[in-house]
């Protein structure tokens, strides 16, 4: 973990008086786990840069835990990502910066603005870049996001961040100090009082009219109790019940469309929904009337119990008829899911290699033969639609594909086989992107 601070412009060694860090000396301090080093790499009296790396000790960082025995605590990206521990080290390394408290005799080069750049890294969040970058442009920093790379992939899902702007010394590091925690949404020690004094008094002067406050004090202080104390919450007026619109995911559209598909057909008595999941789609399956067995394929135990809890629960409803949960694999046959009427991969194929697609298919059309055959996939080209920085839309998903990259495939499979194919798009349409979600139905002809 680094962060280096470059100031540019007339009295620029005055910085090292306002970090209280003697150019010609090397600081170095270990204590609790960390090295911390901070050396000058260029001096001048128009330039100054400093580097300021944190190296952690893994072992350490779990030494006093509850779970020290267990192995899997030692494998995380502590070690590297830069976090609240990386912020405890530059609140330490450059307290008298950050407070504003250089000696009386440079105290007028507190609130001097210096022409600065800031890098810092690597992180690891769940912000996407728009958001990392809106954390920074309301204190008029403009922002530049990298990716690293590795050995696995082209690019690393790590991230360096690069600010620069007009700031003062003590501006930027209050800045980073309380956005790094907000990036990475993590914190190694307890929230208390302290926390929230600390916190409240490095966002004075910016975070009052911060776009994005309320993020910031949520994932900073995390709990309502804490967030409630600090001097930055807002209490938010309740909508009246009838103002509130309510946000259809789009989870829910797929399930939608699926089974009013499924409603329309002359012969649905028995469905296999292979890949289930955790039975959601199963237990409304089992709604649908005329329906009157439904098998539930999944290969993974822990979501075949959570299924089998679902199952429970709408056991005894009314016209429910319970689906039956299968350990079973799109990799291996199983007889038991022969000549159904209705067989259903919903979000499932993109899990899987590619290459191995036309054998699953193979499979299902000439050994299964479904009367009816409906197939769920994202469509890759509405990702810009999402403002989308990775890839894909999960980090499970082997491959998506455009709208022609899926019709080429539907009409691969069902090239030799007796079906007839039909596309439909699923959500909200965005011209020129399509739909989110693009489904195949395939119907057997008859013989």
């Not at 797929?254 to 929904?273: H, Q, S």
């Not at 899926?406 to 499979?413: A, D, G, I, R």
């Amino acid at each position: 973990m680094q962060l280096s601070l470059t100031v540019r412009g007339p009295g620029a060694e005055a910085v090292s008086y306002l970090a209280a860090k003697n150019p010609n000396n090397l600081y170095e301090r270990n204590e609790k786990g960390l090295t911390v080093r901070l050396v000058y790499t260029a001096f001048s009296s128009e330039e100054v840069q400093f580097l300021l790396y944190v190296k952690t000790d893994p072992i350490n960082l779990v030494k006093n835990s509850p779970d020290y025995f267990d192995i899997t605590h030692y494998i995380n990206d502590r070690e590297f990502a830069a976090s609240s521990l990386f912020v405890s080290a530059i609140r330490k390394a450059l307290g008298t910066a950050l407070n504003g408290k250089p000696n009386e005799e440079y105290a007028a080069w507190i609130g001097h603005p210096f022409e600065m750049e800031l890098a810092f890294g690597p992180i690891a969040s769940d912000l996407r870049d728009p958001e990392l970058e809106a954390l920074f442009t309301p204190m008029r920093y403009s922002v530049e996001i990298e990716r690293g790379k590795s050995f696995i992939r082209e690019k690393s899902t790590a991230r360096f961040i690069t600010i620069k702007g007009n700031q003062t010394v003590q501006n930027a590091l209050k800045h980073v100090s309380i956005l790094i925690p907000v990036i990475d949404n993590y914190k190694h020690y307890f929230i208390d009082e302290r926390e929230i004094e600390k916190f409240d008094r490095y966002g004075e002067g910016w975070l009052e009219n911060h776009p994005l406050k309320a993020l910031i004090v949520k994932r900073s202080l995390r709990f309502q109790n804490m967030i409630s104390q600090s001097k930055f919450f807002e209490k938010v007026p309740k909508l009246d019940e009838k103002d509130v619109v309510p946000k259809v995911r789009l989870n829910d559209l797929r399930y939608e469309a699926i089974l009013n598909y499924v409603k329309g057909l002359p012969k649905r008595e028995t469905i296999v929904d292979l890949g289930a999941g955790e039975g959601k789609l199963s237990v409304q399956l089992g709604f649908v009337e005329g329906v009157k067995e439904i098998l539930s394929v999944e290969p993974a135990n822990k979501s075949r119990l959570r299924a089998m809890e679902r199952f429970e629960q709408a056991k005894g409803k009314r016209g429910f008829i319970e689906p039956k949960s299968i350990a079973g694999s799109l990799f291996y046959y199983d007889e038991r899911l022969n000549n159904k009427d209705v067989m259903i991969l919903c979000e499932v194929i993109e899990h899987i290699d590619e290459y191995r697609l036309a054998p699953i298919f193979e499979t299902i059309f000439k050994d299964y033969r479904p009367r009816v055959l409906i197939v769920t996939t994202p469509n890759q080209e509405y990702n810009v639609v999402y403002e989308m920085d990775d890839v894909m839309r999960h980090k499970d998903h082997r491959f998506e594909w455009t709208r022609d990259e899926f019709l080429q495939k539907v009409q691969e499979w069902t090239k030799d086989n007796p079906y007839q194919v039909s596309i439909q798009g699923i959500g909200e349409e965005y011209q020129p992107y399509g739909h989110p979600t693009q489904m195949a139905i395939y119907r057997r002809e008859q013989e």
